[in-house]
């Protein structure tokens, strides 16, 4: 297992860009997995996208696609998520997460601690 710790978060205007970042302890190789999710107040916690091990294979979730970008660095042991044309809906809990298997909520073991993310006027 890893431990993740995001940061990048903050408030901006609608319209506005964010890019969270997530630090890994230690190397991930054995992450096939790493991914962002987020949890607005009142919602479960929700897939915003994904990127499997070798960054062959991505993710997003309709509502973010064309907007957010999810890279890694691998040398670096850091996962990022790039996030442009933000709007009200987005404001939530963005978590870094990781897991051995399938980017799905019920398979990932490592979460972040969260980075809030809000989008107002």
């Known amino acids: 297992q890893v431990q993740l710790v995001e940061s990048g978060g903050g408030s901006v205007q609608p319209g506005g860009s964010l890019r969270l970042t997530c630090a890994a302890s230690r190397y991930t190789y054995s992450s096939n997995c790493m991914a962002w999710f987020r949890q607005a107040p009142g919602k479960e916690r929700e897939g915003v996208a994904a990127?499997?091990?070798?960054?062959?294979?991505?993710y997003y979730d309709d509502s973010v696609k064309g907007r957010f970008t999810i890279s890694q660095d691998n040398a670096k042991n850091t996962v990022y998520l790039q996030m442009n044309g933000l709007s009200p809906e987005d404001t939530a809990m963005y978590y870094c997460?990781?897991?051995?298997?399938?980017?799905?909520?019920?398979?990932?073991?490592?979460w972040g601690q969260g980075t809030q993310v809000t989008v107002a006027s």
């Open positions: 990127i499997y091990s070798g960054g062959g294979s991505l």
């Open positions: 997460a990781a897991g051995s298997g399938w980017c799905t909520i019920d398979y990932i073991t490592d």
